[in-house]
């Protein structure tokens, strides 16, 4: 299997282009700096993925945006501190505020000069928008949690996203997932026979962060640390 094999790459966005982990801890500070002992980052976002995970099998058609608010109040109900609602609100909003990784633009530039480009995120489109203006690149389609009703790693999401990929002309064989998490992307992928590549921005780093555990790990197609590692091995794969 070859980089230059497919016609399409499909990204999440949150984790894999944009750096949640670092936006999620920076907008938790309002509650992290009043707690009495403090917690580790890892502590801090592994706490938010269960409550975020949970919140979503709840209520699948509720927009990230309004999700969010949720997930704060039930970290402060967790941690012991009360909070306003417009605290909880202003949390939702901070996702357009949540940085891109660096290399994100620039590898997202040349890959498209290759490939159609298409996100598949569990964010609402209003919040997306934001991130996009970040990532400097025009995508082909864009399929959120707020279009499907629902939230990866459900099967409806990935079953959306093939169905409208085919009315472009791409081919679940044409399709490379390219992701982070291995909960929301990489196990629903290979229960969908799609291709993979793992975007691994947490190789130095212990467990699975603001992922919920996966349990048995999923099986994938290629492996790279970075967007930009992404786009050299297809410079090279041009190459041979």
């Not at 009495?36 to 945006?65: D, F, G, I, M």
């Not at 309004?66 to 402060?76: F, G, M, Q, T």
């Not at 130095?204 to 992404?230: C, I, R």
Request: hydrophobic share 35%.
């Amino acid at each position: 299997m070859k980089l230059t094999n497919f016609k399409a790459l499909t990204f999440d966005c949150y984790g894999t282009l944009i750096d949640w982990e670092t936006g999620m801890f920076d907008g938790l500070k309002p509650l992290t700096s009043r707690l009495p002992t403090p917690l580790t980052r890892n502590q801090v976002l592994e706490a938010h993925a269960r409550h975020e995970s949970s919140q979503q099998l709840q209520t699948p058609a509720k927009n990230y945006r309004d999700l969010l608010p949720i997930v704060y109040k039930r970290l402060a109900e967790e941690w012991g501190l009360s909070v306003s609602w417009d605290e909880c609100v202003n949390y939702g909003k901070s996702v357009e505020n949540w940085p891109a990784f660096t290399d994100s633009a620039g590898a997202l530039q040349y890959l498209k000069r290759h490939y159609k480009l298409v996100i598949l995120s569990n964010v609402d489109n209003k919040s997306f928008a934001a991130s996009n203006a970040k990532l400097q690149v025009e995508f082909d389609a864009i399929y959120t949690a707020e279009d499907v009703g629902s939230y990866k790693p459900s099967d409806r999401n990935f079953e959306y996203m093939a169905e409208k990929l085919e009315t472009l002309g791409i081919q679940k064989h044409e399709i490379l997932h390219t992701a982070e998490s291995m909960f929301h992307d990489h196990a629903p992928a290979n229960r969908h026979g799609l291709a993979s590549c793992w975007i691994y921005r947490r190789y130095d780093q212990e467990g699975f962060g603001a992922t919920m555990n996966p349990g048995d790990m999923p099986k994938v197609d290629f492996q790279f640390t970075s967007m930009a590692d992404l786009a050299k091995a297809h410079q090279e794969a041009l190459r041979g």
